[in-house]
């Protein structure tokens, strides 16, 4: 009789634990972009495993560059056409501005710049921050939050 009492006890322990796991805890799965966007990124970037994750609505494929050793980001909306390409900067290859406003607003504080290329050919600069991203114009001008959301045109897909 103990025997079966402690069985019991045992499998109610066990579906009780195991209850207590969430179904999906935002790993690598979460973050997998539709299959045919992945195909579609394999296709242009054959031989290359990139980290998926999300921003809103897009999937972003990060990755390095085997040459340069450099950050490559390629931002896809919900359709699989391409946002932007981003790609990670030498520092003396991007606007003084960025830099002097960065260091103005940031003291201390280390950065990359990226520079991004969008669908409309407009090229501008970016800082990767965990507030959120910082974007710049070509020259090296900052670019208001409010406005970069208006001319990006994605956050409407």
Known sequence: MKILYLSLLFIFLLITVSAQVPANTGGPVANMPPSFIEEKFKKEYPGITPTWHMDERLYIADFTDTMSFRGISIVYDR???????????????????????????????????????????????????????????????YIEPEKKRTTRGDRNK
């Open 79 to 141: 359709k699989g056409k391409i946002v932007r390409r981003e790609s990670e900067m030498e520092n003396s290859t991007y606007p003084q501005r960025i830099n002097d406003y960065f260091v103005k607003n940031y003291p201390g504080e280390k950065f990359k710049t990226w520079k991004c290329l969008d669908d409309k050919g407009i090229h501008s600069y970016c800082i990767k921050r965990p507030a959120g991203p910082l974007w710049f114009d070509k020259e090296g001008n």
